[in-house]
């Protein structure tokens, strides 16, 4: 079984753990080769917000780590096959140039390689408010094909502290690039169990229009 390649980018916004456990969540998927690239002004906030151990940490953990300054790297090409890539967190900044099509760094060179390949990307828009400006440039990416997930966070599974949080976050956005053989993030199961007609098995369909 052949590698999938996801290439994984990591901007300047807060919420740097975003990042982080999705490389670690990637990592332990079998058959998954990761492609990092950070923004130099993420690089502050990896410092800032995990340690000024996180950028190190995550090394091991990929395939390749790309400077955000080489344009010429593999990943900046749609003739290097990849499966997709998230952004997470995406600041608006790295927004705007996936908007606009400014590809001056590796970074927003890369995010731009998955739309005109017609491939996935994700980005984890990390902003609040949101001016119009911002909800523009999160419509011009969706037209494009890209996928905006902001990170907003579910409490329906009742979650216990700051890193299940994170960690639900990450696994909706893997979910999103749809590599694993079922979801990793838990789902959403109603608040009571289905009603079936009498008589009805309960493995059969409703006929179509119903």
């Not at 079998?30 to 996180?54: F, K, N, Q, W, Y």
């Not at 344009?71 to 908007?99: D, E, Y």
């Not at 216990?160 to 956005?173: M, P, T």
Request: glycine share 8%; charged share 20%; proline share 8%.
């Amino acid at each position: 079984m052949r590698n999938e390649r996801v290439v994984v980018g990591i901007s300047g916004a807060s919420g740097a753990a975003l990042g982080v456990r999705i490389v670690e969540r990637l990592s332990a998927l079998p058959h998954v080769e990761i492609h990092l690239v950070v923004s130099d002004a993420a690089r502050r906030t990896l410092d800032l917000e995990c340690g000024p151990d996180a950028m190190e940490s995550l090394l091991p953990l990929v395939r390749c780590h790309h400077p955000n300054g080489d344009i010429g790297a593999s990943i900046a090409s749609g003739s290097f096959p990849v499966s997709g890539m998230v952004i997470a967190p995406c600041s608006m900044q790295t927004l705007s140039a996936v908007a606009t099509g400014r590809t001056d760094t590796l970074l927003a060179r890369a995010a731009d390689v998955q739309l005109k390949e017609r491939r996935r990307l994700i980005l984890l828009a990390r902003e609040t408010p949101l001016h119009l400006g911002h909800l523009r440039n999160m419509c011009a990416v969706t037209e494009m094909g890209a996928i905006v997930m902001p990170p907003v966070p579910a409490f329906y599974h009742l979650p216990q502290s700051l890193a299940e949080v994170v960690d639900h976050l990450a696994a909706r956005a893997i979910d999103l690039l749809a590599l694993a053989a079922g979801p990793l993030a838990k789902s959403w199961e109603g608040t009571s169990p289905p009603v079936f007609r009498s008589g009805e098995a309960k493995d059969t369909m409703p006929p179509h229009g119903e």
